[in-house]
């Protein structure tokens, strides 16, 4: 929130790769859970039928309809308010199922680089609470947070639920606070989440020793307090910026405003999508690129470089895309291009050995070529034999998965060109076009499409076809995408 006197380094994305990057575990999607809910009601209407026809009509008719009436007002209820986003929603249905803007359940193994920590779920409740609320991406709070309280991703559930507590604490009117950061820094800046309160007089006084004693502090806090009131998550009449949860729900709406959306949205604190520099109909618009989350933590720090050089800006973004839920740790089975098969998997010369478990596709220089899963982009750029390739990883942290390779490209795309790496890739999204780069490769356009497991291993040839579209495809065969691009198109 403002340059502090304790910055501290981030994780490089070499780590944050080696920690297993992203894609982990994720809550049942709201969908499933409502046609759950839906099976459980036809069940019950079905079992009271069942006990209207043996008893044979009469008074019991009037009672089953009035049942029945019942159930039907029990299963509205029910599917209503389990729809609606903000307060409607139950804190375990506001992850956000695979789609970029809910966090794995190891977030905070990749923030602390411990991979024996337990990590808390009421923790990760509240990221995604907030930020399914003011459609905020969880892991772009967790990256801020990782920079500006790290020690809230030590802690227990206990610990998680004392500290953002409405009561029996000893914050404001008996608020739960994080015993970390309960003191204003000399900028004012105080809690987890490091708002800036600047003379409030519920909080301990501090002595400015900012770089600029006479500038005056604005209490932004002041301005974001209520997130906990407009999200109906809490009712207290002034919330605390130490309390955990108060912080997080203050810095979602605050960061939400900071990425650019409408005034009049920012002002109300009711957001309509995750991310307004995107069509509101492509897929995966959930999401944030780079620019939503320089936009946001820029704003939110006051700079995304600092004066001492500490790149914020691409520490939370580091963190947002190694804790992401955004991906899958398996292939769905598509081609990446379309042609025809002139190399099979295992069938000796260029694919045997470490290049077993591949095949090759021609068709003419340029064809467009897609990712066939969503993951991290590990490498972008010539090989050993000066093949132009792309390798895109996607394991979850427990090391299931694959890492699928794109190899003789004869050029890669905008998208991936302007991806860093360790950064995510959709599935579908464009690749590159298809070429002949590489020694061994010379006049033969095709694209070798390989994939590997998580550790960069070989597949075995059963376990490789299973993973096509057809896995009794043949040399000679033709096959076709139905990918068309996602940030990218051909």
Sequence with gaps: MAEREDEQQGLNPQQIAELGGQLLKRAPSKAAL???????????????????????????????????????????????????????????????????????????????????????????????????FFKVPAGVLVGVASIEGPQIFSYSDDEILAYSADSGGSGIDGQGIDPANSTPNGCGAVGP?????????????????????????????????????????????????????????????????????????????????????????????????REDVDAAAGGYYGACVSSTGYEYCQTVWDIYVAVSDYGSSSIPSKWPTSGWVSQGPYSGGSHSGDYASSVDIDNDRGTPIFSTQSGVLIYKGYGDINELYVAINGADANFNGYVTFYVHLDSISTCIENTPLYSSVPEGELVGYMGDTGDNSTGHVHLHYMIHDAHNQTLSEEEFRSLLPDPNVQVGDNVTTNYTGVNCHP
């Design 193 to 289: 989440m490091q708002f800036l309160i600047d003379r409030d007089s519920n909080y301990p006084a501090w002595v400015d020793t900012c770089e600029n004693p006479a500038a005056a502090v604005t209490n932004v806090w002041g301005q974001y307090k209520t997130a906990v009131n407009i999200a109906k998550v809490s009712s207290i009449s002034n919330p605390d910026a130490r309390n955990i949860r108060n912080a997080i729900y203050g810095a979602a709406w605050k960061l939400k405003c900071d990425s650019g959306a409408p005034a009049d949205e920012c002002a109300s604190g009711n957001f309509s999508r995750y991310d307004h520099t995107d069509n509101p109909n492509e897929e995966y618009s959930d999401a944030w690129e």
């Design 34 to 132: 409502q046609q759950a809910q839906k099976l459980v009601a036809q069940r019950a209407v079905i079992w009271v039928a069942g006990i209207i026809a043996a008893a044979g009509g009469g008074v019991i008719l009037v009672f089953f309809f009035l049942f029945l009436a019942i159930i039907i007002v029990a299963i509205v209820v029910v599917l209503f308010f389990g729809a609606i986003g903000g307060t409607g929603t139950p804190i375990a249905e506001a992850a956000g199922g695979g789609d970029g803007t809910g966090i794995i359940s190891t977030y905070c193994q990749v923030v602390t680089g411990d991979s024996t920590m337990p990590c808390s779920t009421e923790l990760e409740k509240i990221f995604e609470a907030a930020g399914a």
